[in-house]
């Protein structure tokens, strides 16, 4: 539990270090933006998200190339993880918010190192929360 609250302070620090008001104004949009996709979509089929997904980057100037891709390395990724048919969908979902993160992070100037401690922060404290403690 220690190396837990260790990893969470870390990224915490990080964070403060790093971002100014804006970014974690920035951050937080983000995860509501993320939360509320999963609670219109808590069951989502494939094609929706994939729809969502493209919509996402096409908005955001990514080439058809890229967007093709991506979908193809998030149902690679899921596969690898044994993941069933049915859940897949969602974790592509969480793919995209991960990425959303990672790359916000990543053009505020953070190291990658730096942000596998903020997201391993992330997670922890989700799963936290969840248990309620």
Same mark, same amino acid.
């Given at each position: 539990?220690? &190396? ?60 058809? &190339? ?19 048919? &049915?859940? &897949? ?45």
């Amino acid at each position: 539990m220690t &190396q837990q609250s260790d990893v969470k302070d870390q990224a915490k620090d990080i964070l403060e270090e790093t971002l100014d008001r804006e970014a974690v104004i920035v951050l937080a949009r983000i995860s509501e933006e993320m939360q509320l996709l999963f609670l219109a979509h808590p069951d989502p089929e494939a094609d929706k998200v994939k729809v969502i997904v493209t919509g996402f980057f096409l908005e955001n100037g990514k080439s058809e &190339q890229f967007i093709e891709e991506w979908i193809k390395t998030s149902e690679e990724y899921s596969h690898t993880r044994g993941l069933s048919q &049915q859940d &897949q969908p969602k974790a592509m979902l969480s793919d995209l918010g991960v990425f959303r993160f990672m790359s916000f992070l990543k053009d505020k100037g953070l190291t990658d190192e730096q942000i596998t401690i903020v997201l391993t922060g992330a997670v922890q404290q989700a799963a936290s929360d969840q248990q309620g403690g």
